[in-house]
């Protein structure tokens, strides 16, 4: 064949070849511009587009007067593309001593080939500082080719207590990602939690392509919430309790403080306590709330429901007789007074002061099961309170259907039926509030963004025992913090105080039995103008378990404070109690018999 020929042959091969890459360019071409042109913008658009998350700050948790308990503050998360790491051996050795983790650890978050690692959370804008500069001298060192890349930062929020163990088990903490684990923070996520916001841009793999399409959400910081808590109040009773933990060995010791005619609870104290900007280092069993969560039978501080249903059905008055032996035998049951005594000759009063069960089961036989039964009810014990707390049990008062033979006399001095600390609180709340019982709320408000606040709707409030008997049994509960009663530890000079102690047996669901006491002294102060209801609440003391001695003096302490802090004027009123015993209401009678003689006269 001829060199000619050949030659034609190549070019007419080469135009075939170009035609035909030509047509596969044209059809590919109409492919994308015309038949999949939606489908490839669409693609293009997706591999173009990166969105970031901007992080939304948490509302902040304060007391009644402004005072940050709980915050957000701006922090910094470290974080890797670990294929863009070089040397990780190298960068870990680098970077774990800035960040206060190991070598081994820091490098386990290096190496692999995700293009998003978390490394460090929260660190501080120093320590972020201090990473640049110690890769950037590395890299200043060596070969262009062993540089060490990858590290970057991302902003965001960490949740702060600046008061640290202040009302830790109240507030609760936040979890690592975001939400309230506990507390406050978990019951009100729903209105702390902001919105996070999203910016939307176009990057060729790096930053933001200039004059490219950018969508930008703003975040939705969350609302703040206002508590009725008193932080000075608060740190006062958890100073007390906290003392009271470590003297009698208990497995917690609780405080509440309530205004009896708002409601508003003042303090609510744990002790043990916790500091909630470290709680992934804290034992399960210190994150409870005692006060709200823990249920147990309330002993001799329930006898003041007793005593109020049988004044308000007028069955008794403060200065009836009651012979009282030290034991009493129902429905085939044995029940003892705390210690062995002679028949006393006790009026009702004596009978609260003294705190005799044998007297208060006599008092409660003058009524009928069913009338004890509706006072407490009404009291709101078997009653959920609804601080909006997590787990807030309604405590046990079983129906008068299933009460046995010993359930009544039981009942009427304060065992066979559970409260929670802040019932009981309620119940004495409710006495020194003139018989009108305001629901115990923690929430005083909320405030946006903006700093408009709008207040909480106002609690629910019944009435369950008149203004008079409730002045009447006010006086009575006087005489157990005078000579004689079972609370002198609780009384404060020159202010009136009336409250009641408590020492029960405490039922162990572990074993079926009772095993332990709960002792506990609620009362209130001033008694003739009350202004603060608190308890105290030990459980399971080692060693001495009487309410009195151990609740009395954190009351007395704790309430001198608060009446100081509130600039509460002394007791104006003169005290004049109700005899105790025939002998003083003997002596009472004779007096009066004595200014009416004198009087005709």
Request: with cysteine; aromatic share 8%; net charge positive.
């Given at each position: ?20 890459l ?16 939606q ?33 957000s ?110 507390g ?16 939307t ?24 919430v ?67 969560q823990d249920?147990?039978?309330?002993g ?41 005594h ?54 046990i ?26 019932q ?88 079926g ?89």
């Amino acid at each position: 064949m001829s060199p000619l020929r050949v030659a034609q042959g190549r070019l007419r091969a080469a135009l075939l070849i170009i035609a035909l890459l030509f047509v596969t360019f044209f059809l590919r071409l109409i492919d994308v511009q015309a038949v999949n042109a939606q489908e490839y913008a669409e693609r293009a658009t997706r591999e173009l587009t990166r969105t970031a998350t901007l992080p939304a700050p948490r509302g902040e948790i304060t007391d009644r007067n402004g005072n940050v308990l709980a915050r957000s503050i701006e922090s910094i998360d470290l974080v890797v593309d670990q294929t863009l790491i070089n040397r990780p051996d190298r960068a870990a050795e680098i970077v774990a001593p800035i960040i206060g983790e190991s070598i081994s650890y820091v490098k386990s978050r290096l190496v692999g080939t995700r293009k998003f690692v978390y490394v460090a959370r929260d660190i501080t804008p120093a320590q972020w500082k201090s990473v640049k500069a110690a890769i950037a001298n590395e890299n200043g060192q060596g070969k262009l080719s062993e540089r060490i890349g990858g590290f970057f930062s991302e902003r965001g929020f960490q949740r702060d207590y600046p008061e640290k163990y202040l009302a830790a088990s109240l507030l609760g903490f936040v979890n690592s990602a975001g939400v309230g684990g506990g507390g406050m923070e978990a019951s009100l996520n729903h209105v702390l939690a902001g919105t996070d916001g999203v910016f939307t841009y176009e990057s060729g793999g790096g930053p933001s392509i200039p004059s490219s399409r950018q969508v930008l959400v703003p975040p939705q910081p969350g609302k703040s919430v206002r508590l009725t808590i008193d932080r000075d109040l608060q740190w006062a009773a958890e100073d007390a309790i906290t003392a009271l933990a470590k003297q009698t060995k208990a497995s917690s010791v609780s405080a509440v403080i309530m205004d009896p005619a708002t409601g508003e609870i003042l303090a609510l104290a744990t002790a043990p306590g916790f500091d909630p900007n470290n709680f992934s280092q804290t034992k399960a069993s210190l994150l409870k709330i005692p006060s709200v969560q823990d249920v147990y039978e309330p002993g001799s501080t329930g006898k003041v429901m007793t005593m109020a249903a049988a004044l308000e059905e007028k069955v008794v008055t403060p200065t009836t007789l009651f012979k009282t032996p030290d034991k009493i035998k129902r429905a085939g049951k044995t029940f003892n007074d705390h210690d062995k005594h002679p028949v006393w000759k006790l009026t009702a009063t004596g009978v609260l002061a003294k705190s005799s069960n044998v007297g208060t089961i006599k008092i409660s036989e003058r009524m009928s099961e069913n009338t004890l039964y509706s006072y407490l009810r009404n009291f709101g014990i078997g009653e959920r309170v609804k601080l909006g707390l997590p787990a807030e049990p309604a405590g046990i008062l079983n129906p008068v259907e299933k009460w046995s033979g010993s359930t009544f006399p039981t009942v009427s001095f304060g065992q066979s039926y559970s409260v929670t600390a802040i019932q009981a609180t309620s119940v004495f709340a409710t006495i020194a509030n003139s018989g009108l019982r305001v629901t115990p709320t923690l929430v005083a408000g909320t405030s946006d963004s903006s700093g408009h606040y709008t207040s909480a709707p106002r609690p629910e409030s019944r009435r369950v025992i008149s203004q008079d008997v409730a002045k009447e049994l006010s006086v009575m509960m006087e005489s157990v913090v005078q000579e004689g009663g079972t609370a002198v530890r609780a009384a404060i000079p020159g202010y009136r105080v009336a409250g009641k102690t408590g020492t029960a047996q405490r039922y162990d669901s572990n074993c079926g039995c009772y095993r332990g006491y709960t002792a506990s002294f609620i009362g209130f102060a001033p008694a003739d103008k009350p202004r603060f209801a608190m308890s105290v609440t030990v459980q399971n003391p080692v060693g001495i378990h009487w309410g009195g001695y151990l609740g009395g003096p954190v009351f007395k302490s704790v309430i001198s404070y608060a009446l100081k802090s509130y600039r509460v004027p002394p007791t104006g009123q003169e005290f004049i109690p109700f005899p105790l015993d025939k002998r003083g209401l003997d002596t009472l009678n004779k007096e009066a018999k004595v200014a009416t003689a004198s009087a005709k006269r």
